[in-house]
């Protein structure tokens, strides 16, 4: 059988007959743009230990290896090294191999995915559990697909939004309203704007960066008076509040009142994947139409069984988030008491101010490299201009010693680099 052979691509992309577009030079100008701007970001080459959190190994561009401390870890409750988590892992992977095999519509549904959903399900009170590969398709796929089923659907969406529920606004084709975080009025101005419309109102119960919390009874009674139907996120919630750790919406008792509940199996679940909850109908509606679900590999069948071990895990221990908050509120307590400039919030984050990109980075690296302390940056876009900061995440683990260590390490840096104590203002540079 004669072999056919396809054309060799050209050495030279062209954009026509002698004309030669360099097209490396549009990508070495954006990051020639990030470099000047001071917002390029370094990853730093760490590997976690089993057994060892919040403790790892930092290998250096020589080839090093240090010990360090990681405090900006989303393992919030370090249960990714959970003995009951890991032996569910592994022992699924000698059982059922370590890929799904497919796509859930395909070959890719598998016992452990179906009993995790169940799992789900009942953390939240609700008829169904749906699993995404992420928390971000959760969010994209699952906003997109829900807005763009209800007929002139307007959306309403919270101005502090992860980018995650903005691209499932954006990806929707809806028209949107945004209203400014968490502010009741304006939400309650634009659904009286929108009459007899249906209308989604799109929010988080923990934002990331702030560590404030919604208001989730007050915007429901909103959304009651009405008729328009809620989404939450509580990706930064789950497994860390509540009776049994189904988020913030459990914890004030409104959990019933939301109509579909997003989260991540990674974060207070410590391991990897996204779902939403809801009703039959909803779940069965985005597992139909959702082109992130449909079109993608399943999460692999050890790694469902490894968040279900999680999720049933804290839903029966109270032990981890107890530690949680009381190790969070000692780290607070702590850098205030060094003059430090924290960012007052009623949750475990603790965002330490800076207001500039390139300083922030500085005192991240002088961090590392001085102090053994890993914290990442948090520069624009992920918050606006002026208002940079390190987001610190304590864990369970973070003992005493280690709180000591971070405050004199923090006041240290941020003597050497001049850096703005409490009592700033931080305010947002104009675009």
Partial sequence: MPVTRMPAAPKTASSGPGIKTDFEGYFRAALDKLHGERRYRVFADIERVAGRFPQANWRRQDGSIREITVWCSNDYLGMGQHPEVVNAMTETAKRCGVGAGGTRNIAGNNSPLVDLERELADLHGKEAGLVFTSGYVSNQAGISTIARLIPNCLILSDAFNHNSMIEGVRHSG????????NDLAHLEELLIEAGDRPKLIVF??????????????KICDLADRYG?????????????YGERGAGISERDGVMHRVDVIEGTLAKGFGCVGGYITGTSAVLDAVRSFAAGFIFTTALPPAVAAAARASVRYLKRSQVEREAHQRQAAQTKA??????????HTETHIVPVMVGDAELCKAA??????????YIQPINYPTVPRGTERLRITPSPFHDAAQIEKLTAALAETWDALDLPRAGTVFVEAAE
């Fill in 174 to 181: 809806c028209e949107k309203r945004i209203f400014r975080h």
């Fill in 228 to 240: 328009a139907m809620t989404y939450l996120d509580e990706v930064h919630a789950v497994g860390l």
């Fill in 364 to 373: 991240a690296d002088h961090l590392l490299e001085c102090h053994g302390i």
């Fill in 334 to 343: 702590a850098l205030e008491a060094a003059g430090l400039p924290v960012l």
């Fill in 204 to 217: 988080e119960s923990v934002y990331s960066m702030d560590g404030d919390v919604a208001p989730i009874g």
